[in-house]
């Protein structure tokens, strides 16, 4: 009998285990209910945005500048620089990634402007580790831009980038305007500083010799300003125009330098209206309070003071440190945790949406700013941060008209008003090539990459694969067919773009992962799922999914193309997979229901997920960037979208259909407490 009765137990043990089903709709609803806390009263959300140590670097050379290194403020920016030190001496610029050479230097610099001293051993091994990745020698041309403001290095060893740029006109093939919105909005106070060199020196402790010393080889010549092997090169070409360039700085009469420097000046000026500090990202930011300071602005002036405030808002302040965002960006983030939820099922009246809708289209970019179209069309786009009207981008465009789109909206005639002007104005960016790029028109003249302070590996703003797929996918959603001519170009344009392996790049995010996953979310839209470049794509992510279920890509992966699909597991790109699955395959396949199980097994009691890994992007092979929120929305949106799939599945094998209502993740009436 005692054995019988431990065999009932047993039974009803194992009855009562919850299915996969069941845990999966758990994990959607407490994903949900941890999405919606986050949530700012104001209807917006916004994740951290984290970056390499080179940000806190530079933002105390940027104190030391500017006089407000106040030393607990200094304090608690070392304490950040020097927690992240590698065991080999040197910083890298992501998550697990090796040393890297611009980081390391501007680490080191850094940390003697804030007392260390230069014989204390972890001072010693950064330095050692700059000679053994090249010295200062190798390093890029924004790190000697700024040694050379401090009269520690000579102008010689910087590109020249003279204000007279300014006046090329746009017919002309080296304009600011051939140059991407990063670019230009980085570069233009830099003519301002070159065109007056300004003096900012360093403390007396830090001495010429000091600097030198990170040369490897002071003989060598600067490796940037090396010809190539072979004579005619465009790279050789503007080598030659730097080198005039610098006689001509030389030179005590320069016929257009006022008018360059006043028209530098003017842009300067008309750029800080209307956005949050100009382009409303870090480096741009500092270097245009650096040139308003060199223009005579004293750090008191209101304008400078505006500038230097809106700086401040990047920082993040514990009790022992002080990180810094290179920009923020709650339109982006915004606009993926609404579609996120929307996937999961709350209702399109749910007041966390509507708040949010609201939110969103009080923010539409409807007046022009830096980019041009042929034709002309009007502004009606979105931008990244909370404001920045001369740079709306494609990107974010797309993502906020796809999550408005399932939103009850009780002014519905703004909203359909202002979803028009938003597809009419990302259609106006479509490129000649049939895809898009971020931020301009037709920005990819690829002849700009050899100027010598292109080495940020940004210098144009092309077509990229994901970025065409996020339009693609916004036109398939609100109804466009391959049948529309601007649609089919577009599919032809991805369709080149995919890897022998049947990946895609990820120019915007790490990296193939990425790139597959939005390109198959946007086949699927349109109703290309079936096509064979997407179950190549297929085939390739189930190749390379973990042994775990998940997948996972290091940012390594941009220097090393043989690495792609390849890395340890984490949440955001899990889901990615996930969801590229979801696109063109079926449900029930094994591949998806393991990376369910993983997502499942991952998450955490309060219904978020863990992850440290940086696995978004600003500069390809050079800045990476980890959206704190990718690691909750995405894999929200992956569950969901499986479930739904699920749903859908049962019902079109029941006899007897069941009621058509959304997911909840709740109790079935859309609640969420």
């Not at 700059?130 to 403001?149: K, M, P, Q, T």
């Not at 590109?159 to 007279?164: G, M, S």
């Not at 344009?493 to 995010?509: D, L, M, N, S, V």
């Given at each position: 009998m005692l054995?019988?009765?431990?065999?009932?137990t047993q039974?009803?043990?194992?009855?009562?285990?919850?299915?996969?089903?069941d845990?999966?709709?758990?994990a959607?609803?407490?994903?949900?209910?941890h999405?919606l806390?986050?949530?700012?009263?104001?209807g917006?959300?916004?994740?951290?945005?984290?970056a390499?140590t080179?940000?806190?670097?530079?933002?105390i050379?940027?104190?030391?500048?500017?006089?407000?290194?106040?030393?607990?403020?200094?304090a608690k920016?070392a304490?950040y620089?020097r927690?992240?030190?590698?065991?080999?001496?040197?910083?890298?610029i992501?998550?697990?990634?090796?040393?890297?050479?611009?980081?390391?230097?501007?680490?080191?610099?850094?940390?003697?402007?804030a007392?260390d001293s230069a014989?204390?051993?972890?001072m010693?091994?950064?330095?050692?580790?700059?000679?053994?990745l090249?010295g200062?020698?190798?390093?890029?041309s924004y790190?000697?831009f700024y040694l050379?403001?401090t009269?520690?290095l000579?102008w010689?060893?910087?590109?020249?980038i003279?204000?007279?740029?300014?006046?090329s006109?746009?017919?002309?093939?080296v304009?600011?305007y051939?140059?991407?919105?990063?670019?230009?909005?980085?570069v233009?106070?830099?003519?301002?500083?070159?065109a007056?060199?300004?003096?900012?020196?360093?403390?007396?402790?830090?001495?010429?010799?000091?600097?030198?010393g990170?040369?490897?080889?002071?003989?060598?010549p600067?490796?940037?300003?090396?010809?190539?092997r072979?004579?005619f090169?465009?790279?050789?070409?503007?080598?030659?125009?730097?080198?005039?360039?610098?006689?001509?700085?030389?030179?005590?009469?320069?016929?257009l330098?006022?008018?360059?420097?006043?028209?530098?000046?003017?842009?300067?000026l008309?750029?800080l209206?209307?956005?949050?500090?100009?382009?409303?990202?870090?480096p741009?930011?500092?270097?245009?309070?650096?040139?308003?300071?060199?223009?005579g602005?004293s750090?008191?002036?209101?304008?400078?003071r505006?500038e230097?405030?809106q700086?401040?808002?990047?920082?993040?302040e514990?009790?022992d440190s002080?990180?810094?965002?290179?920009?923020?960006?709650p339109?982006?983030?915004t606009?993926?945790a609404?579609?996120?939820?929307?996937?999961a099922?709350i209702?399109?009246d749910?007041?966390?949406?509507?708040?949010?809708?609201?939110?969103?289209?009080?923010?539409q970019?409807?007046?022009?700013?830096d980019?041009?179209t042929?034709?002309?069309?009007e502004?009606?786009?979105w931008?990244?941060?909370?404001?920045?009207?001369?740079?709306p981008?494609?990107?974010?465009t797309a993502f906020?008209?796809?999550?408005?789109?399932?939103v009850?909206?009780?002014?519905s005639?703004?909203?359909?008003?202002?979803?028009?002007?938003?597809?009419e104005?990302?259609?106006?960016?479509?490129?000649r090539?049939g895809g898009?790029?971020?931020?301009?028109?037709?920005?990819?003249?690829?002849?700009?990459?050899?100027?010598p302070f292109?080495?940020h590996n940004?210098m144009?703003?092309?077509?990229?694969?994901?970025?065409?797929?996020r339009a693609?996918?916004?036109l398939g959603?609100?109804g466009?067919?391959?049948?529309d001519?601007?649609?089919?170009?577009?599919?032809?344009?991805i369709?080149?773009?995919q890897?022998?392996e049947?990946a895609?790049?990820g120019?915007?995010?790490?990296?193939y992962?990425?790139?597959t996953?939005?390109?198959?979310?946007?086949?699927?839209?349109?109703?290309?799922r079936?096509?064979?470049?997407?179950q190549?794509?297929?085939s390739?992510?189930?190749?390379?999914?973990?042994?775990?279920g998940?997948w996972g890509e290091?940012?390594?992966?941009?220097d090393?193309?043989?690495?792609?699909?390849?890395?340890?597991?984490?949440?955001s790109?899990?889901?990615?997979g996930?969801?590229?699955l979801?696109?063109?395959?079926?449900?029930?396949e094994?591949?998806?229901?393991?990376a369910?199980?993983y997502?499942i097994?991952?998450?955490?009691p309060?219904?978020?997920?863990?992850?440290?890994?940086f696995?978004?992007?600003?500069f390809?092979?050079?800045?990476?960037?980890?959206?704190?929120?990718?690691?909750?929305?995405?894999?929200?949106?992956?569950l969901?979208?499986?479930?739904?799939?699920?749903n859908?599945?049962?019902r079109a094998?029941?006899?007897r259909?069941?009621?058509?209502?959304?997911?909840?993740?709740?109790n079935?009436?859309?609640e969420?407490?």
């Amino acid at each position: 009998m005692l054995q019988s009765s431990e065999s009932s137990t047993q039974t009803i043990a194992t009855s009562a285990a919850p299915t996969l089903q069941d845990r999966l709709r758990e994990a959607v609803r407490r994903s949900v209910q941890h999405l919606l806390s986050m949530q700012a009263p104001e209807g917006y959300w916004l994740g951290e945005l984290q970056a390499d140590t080179t940000l806190e670097s530079d933002y105390i050379f940027y104190l030391h500048v500017i006089g407000e290194s106040e030393p607990a403020r200094i304090a608690k920016l070392a304490n950040y620089i020097r927690r992240y030190q590698l065991s080999d001496g040197g910083w890298n610029i992501y998550f697990d990634g090796p040393s890297e050479l611009n980081a390391t230097l501007k680490a080191y610099l850094a940390l003697r402007l804030a007392g260390d001293s230069a014989s204390a051993p972890h001072m010693i091994k950064a330095r050692q580790r700059i000679h053994d990745l090249g010295g200062l020698e190798r390093s890029n041309s924004y790190v000697r831009f700024y040694l050379a403001l401090t009269g520690a290095l000579s102008w010689e060893y910087v590109p020249a980038i003279p204000p007279e740029l300014m006046l090329s006109p746009r017919w002309f093939m080296v304009n600011i305007y051939a140059m991407s919105s990063w670019t230009r909005a980085i570069v233009v106070p830099l003519m301002i500083l070159y065109a007056l060199k300004p003096r900012w020196p360093l403390p007396e402790a830090i001495t010429d010799h000091e600097t030198h010393g990170l040369f490897r080889d002071p003989s060598v010549p600067i490796p940037a300003f090396a010809w190539d092997r072979k004579l005619f090169t465009w790279r050789n070409f503007f080598l030659i125009v730097d080198r005039l360039l610098k006689i001509h700085e030389r030179l005590p009469w320069k016929p257009l330098r006022k008018l360059a420097e006043r028209a530098s000046t003017r842009w300067l000026l008309a750029h800080l209206q209307h956005s949050d500090g100009l382009g409303a990202i870090y480096p741009a930011m500092m270097n245009a309070v650096f040139a308003l300071v060199a223009l005579g602005y004293s750090p008191e002036d209101p304008l400078t003071r505006r500038e230097m405030g809106q700086l401040a808002r990047f920082e993040i302040e514990e009790e022992d440190s002080i990180r810094l965002q290179p920009c923020l960006s709650p339109v982006w983030d915004t606009a993926i945790a609404m579609f996120s939820l929307q996937e999961a099922g709350i209702p399109p009246d749910q007041p966390a949406l509507v708040r949010a809708a609201r939110w969103l289209l009080e923010r539409q970019v409807l007046t022009r700013g830096d980019w041009r179209t042929e034709p002309p069309c009007e502004g009606g786009g979105w931008a990244f941060e909370f404001r920045n009207d001369f740079y709306p981008d494609v990107d974010d465009t797309a993502f906020v008209l796809m999550s408005l789109q399932r939103v009850a909206y009780p002014d519905s005639g703004c909203l359909r008003e202002a979803e028009r002007r938003g597809l009419e104005w990302m259609l106006g960016m479509q490129n000649r090539d049939g895809g898009w790029g971020a931020f301009d028109h037709n920005n990819d003249s690829k002849l700009l990459t050899q100027i010598p302070f292109a080495d940020h590996n940004a210098m144009i703003d092309p077509s990229t694969a994901d970025l065409t797929a996020r339009a693609l996918e916004c036109l398939g959603r609100n109804g466009w067919s391959v049948s529309d001519p601007r649609v089919k170009r577009a599919v032809e344009f991805i369709k080149r773009e995919q890897t022998p392996e049947g990946a895609w790049y990820g120019r915007w995010g790490v990296n193939y992962v990425y790139g597959t996953s939005g390109v198959l979310r946007a086949m699927e839209a349109l109703g290309l799922r079936n096509e064979a470049c997407c179950q190549r794509a297929a085939s390739w992510l189930r190749a390379t999914q973990n042994p775990d279920g998940g997948w996972g890509e290091s940012c390594a992966t941009y220097d090393n193309p043989d690495q792609k699909g390849k890395g340890p597991s984490t949440p955001s790109q899990t889901a990615w997979g996930l969801i590229g699955l979801l696109a063109a395959g079926d449900p029930d396949e094994a591949a998806v229901t393991r990376a369910v199980r993983y997502l499942i097994d991952q998450q955490q009691p309060d219904g978020s997920w863990a992850e440290e890994a940086f696995t978004g992007t600003g500069f390809p092979r050079v800045f990476y960037l980890k959206y704190h929120l990718y690691r909750n929305s995405f894999p929200l949106y992956a569950l969901a979208r499986y479930l739904r799939l699920l749903n859908d599945s049962h019902r079109a094998h029941t006899v007897r259909p069941a009621p058509q209502e959304e997911f909840t993740g709740g109790n079935g009436n859309g609640e969420f407490s």
